[in-house]
């Protein structure tokens, strides 16, 4: 691992250098970050930070957070088991189920409060960033691993639009389109409409049904309008709705990480529907001091899901055909074979308020204060019934017959956990940065974070049958909070060059498993209550150009000091979700990023990311000394772009070929290190006709070689019984988009 990480190094700070011509002319397009909640350019700002312009969102294919994470070096996304259930990692920080996110995602400046929304549709995007490192003193309580904006097209001041069309592999069909302009009347308010439709037969096929086990169908719509009723004083309100309606808990079991051989042969196939409201309202008032902004949102989701449970084999090969407990439940019902499904439901409602003043950008001192609130009503319970072959049933808040009182019954409920969360958490930060000379800049921030979560048990008596001691209505209340600094050395000798060191803390929130698991989970780290996790951080990067800015480079180095990272158990005997901690772990690493323009017609980028993690201390003696869980010790991208002017069309159609090659290394699932995950490979390609401001033909494939692998890998009830999740085969596609 250590020479094949030095030799990646050297090539990938070598390769691009040489290969550029040095009579080349062009330069690299300036491309303009908001990171640091100001405007300035990538090269001089001082965080590792891979943007996203709305050319390069366009020339990637991105529509969905998966494909910007791929093309991200060190940032890794695990999407697994239902829609909401996206696992981002960065730098090794990352989530699990039932956990907050492992860093802070912002849509047009508005804190993303929920991770079921994280796995969504992009569409009508100007640019993405993706931070890495703590973020948490600008960015809130969940930018412990980093912190990713989204911004949405604006406006626009004339009558224009999109509309896009496209299908591909699995019967796949795609709709999207977008209009803007004024509206009718007025000279100063503006909106702009879009909205987008997939649907999917799917990828992934159900031997036992005969069927496609993903098919897929997601509606999603946003209207922004920017009002400015004067030149000082700015409105922007946004609403999105999002509709998605797939299947769900298709696992299959093997003993290796490593397994692709099994195929999916779950005998329910599945629901998952999962829909969320977002809305805000950005007001900002200039001043002769500063800017005034404040910004209100609400969101609404909720999701349903329902499938197979363990052992997700047809009726007749159930595990429980085979157990005591199996057993227990032939008894109870009179029948002669045992299989369990299972439904969750989620329902989460947050308001939050956010107030700051941002000093003028042409001082010598530049300052921004605030303050930030948000409510969160959270209610989730998960349930198993009793399999008879007849289907498996949504749950929401009314429950179905208990097994106890209707054995009879077509699918009658085994058990229910369900929990409600009334969380309440408020923050104060700031951020001063000042000229120590023309060359050298000081920045230091501050936030302290405090966060207050009420859980209430809704599990009523009859549906208990965990063995845990659950008293309906019981309340456990607990707080948690941190503060959070930042501090920022930036050096720049000259225009071309940016050099800064950098101390971070991040904070993410601690929470509730179910009451009693602490003392019936023989499992060492799983405790009622997971605590609150801290990062600290040290960091020191370089940026620079080269030959005349036809090349740009970047170097972070960094080492995380990190508390309380989790790990997910899924506990048969309870029938619980838990989140387990690992009390002290290092993370240590870098990332590489160089851009090329070779010439007018071809650029080429290539990016490295290098973790090592290592538990320094855990409740399980025998956990010291391996690999975090989640973590990939390497990610390699390399890429190009050819572009050339065909002469077709009255010489306005250019030619485009594109290739993207990722790589992530060996990755650990769990804090025993029992297996892991051999390296993966994925290419994907594009190639077609545009005029950039007209109209483009484009054909596409990802995957394109066809890697088997599996996307995650969870420790199950037994040994040789662990949780497997397929990753998508190869697929293709056409687009076609014409703006008007």
């Known amino acids: 691992m250590k020479n094949f990480s030095q030799s990646l190094l050297a090539a990938a700070i070598i390769a691009p250098i040489y290969v550029v011509p040095v009579q080349a002319e062009p330069m690299l397009e300036e491309v303009v970050v908001s990171a640091r909640k100001r405007a300035e350019s990538l090269e001089d700002s001082p965080i590792s930070v891979k943007a996203f312009t709305e050319d390069a969102i366009r020339q990637a294919g991105i529509q969905t957070p998966q494909d910007f994470v791929n093309l991200t070096p060190n940032v890794t996304l695990v999407q697994t088991q239902n829609a909401g259930n996206s696992f981002l990692n960065i730098r090794g920080v990352s989530q699990a189920r039932n956990s907050e996110m492992s860093a802070a995602v912002l849509v047009d400046g508005v804190l993303m409060s929920n991770p079921a929304q994280l796995n969504q549709q992009l569409f009508d995007i100007e640019q993405v960033e993706v931070l890495r490192g703590p973020q948490g003193a600008l960015y809130g309580r969940n930018a412990i691993g980093g912190a990713i904006t989204i911004t949405t097209k604006a406006p626009s001041d004339e009558t224009e ?6 299908a591909g592999s699995g019967d796949s069909t795609k709709f999207r389109g977008s209009l803007s302009g004024a509206v009718a009347g007025s000279d100063n308010l503006h909106y702009r ?3 987008s439709y997939t649907d999917t037969n799917g990828f992934l096929k159900n031997t036992y049904l005969n069927e496609l086990a993903d098919p897929a169908t997601d509606q999603s719509m946003r209207l922004r309008l920017v009002w400015d009723p004067s030149d000082d004083l700015s409105v922007d309100f946004r609403i999105s709705h999002s509709n998605l309606e797939t299947q769900a808990l298709y696992f299959v079991i093997d003993a290796e990480a490593d397994d692709t051989d099994l195929d999916i042969t779950v005998n329910n196939p599945g629901n998952n529907e999962r829909n969320f409201l977002s809305s805000s309202l950005k007001v900002e008032w200039d001043t002769d001091g500063g800017t005034w902004t404040a910004i209100t949102a609400y969101d609404d989701l909720d999701e349903v899901l329902s499938g197979d ?3 997700f084999t047809p009726r007749d090969q159930s595990y429980f055909n085979y157990d005591a407990f199996g057993d227990y439940i032939k008894f109870l019902t009179g029948d002669s074979l045992t299989d369990l499904s299972q439904n969750q439901y989620l329902e989460v409602e947050s308001l939050s308020q ?19 609130a948000i409510s969160t009503d959270r209610y989730i319970s998960t349930g198993n019934q009793i399999d008879r072959g007849n289907g498996v049933f949504d749950v929401y808040k009314t429950f179905r017959p208990s097994v106890f009182v209707d054995p009879t019954n077509i699918s009658p409920q085994l058990n229910i956990l369900a929990d409600s969360q009334d969380n309440f958490a408020w923050a104060v930060f700031g951020q001063m940065s000042m000229d120590l000379s023309e060359t050298v800049e ?17 599990t009523p008596a009859l549906y208990n049958t965990s063995g845990l001691d659950l008293q309906f209505g019981d309340a456990r209340k607990e ?21 800064y060191a950098d101390y971070s803390r991040g904070f993410r929130s601690g929470g509730f498993n179910q009451t009693g698991v602490g003392e019936a989970v023989p499992t060492a780290g799983v405790a009622d209550v997971f605590d609150a996790q801290v990062a600290e951080t040290f960091e020191v990067g370089a940026k620079t150009f080269f030959m005349d800015r036809r090349i740009s480079a970047s170097l972070a180095l960094y080492t995380t000091d990190f508390e309380n990272a989790y790990f997910f158990l899924f506990d048969p005997g309870t029938s619980t979700q838990n989140l387990g901690t690992i009390d002290e772990v290092t993370y240590s690493g870098l990332e590489f990023e ?14 490295v990311g290098l973790t090592d993690s290592e538990i320094d201390k855990a409740a399980d003696p025998s956990h010291v000394g391996n690999q975090a869980p989640l973590v990939s010790e390497t990610t390699l991208n390399i890429g190009a772009t050819y572009r050339q002017n065909t002469g077709l069309f009255g010489g306005n159609a250019d030619f485009i070929g594109r290739f993207d090659y990722q790589y992530t290394g060996d990755t650990w699932w769990e804090p025993g290190n029992v297996s892991s995950r051999s390296p993966i490979t994925v290419v994907d390609f594009r190639i077609g006709l545009e005029a950039e401001d007209d109209w483009s033909l484009m054909f596409w494939t990802k995957n394109a070689f066809d890697e088997e692998y599996n996307t995650e890998y969870s420790p199950g009830p037994a040994p040789g019984y662990n949780f497997l999740w397929k990753a998508l085969p190869s697929r293709w596609g056409v687009d076609f988009m014409k703006r008007f």
């Open 309 to 311: 449970q363990f052992s």
């Open 354 to 372: 956010e107030i700051r003043y941002t000093s003028p950008d042409d001082q010598a001192i530049k300052y921004i204060v605030g303050a930030y």
């Open 479 to 499: 707080s948690w909070s941190e503060m959070q600094p930042k501090l920022t050395l930036r050096w720049q000798p000259n225009d071309d060059t940016t050099y």
């Open 193 to 195: 409409l879009s909205g």
């Open 594 to 607: 160089a851009n090329a323009l070779i010439s007018e017609s071809l650029s080429a980028y290539i990016g």
């Open 161 to 166: 639009g999109t509309i896009e069309v496209g």
């Open 442 to 458: 000081l920045s230091a921030s501050v936030r302290y974070d405090r966060d207050t979560r009420e859980n209430t048990t809704e």
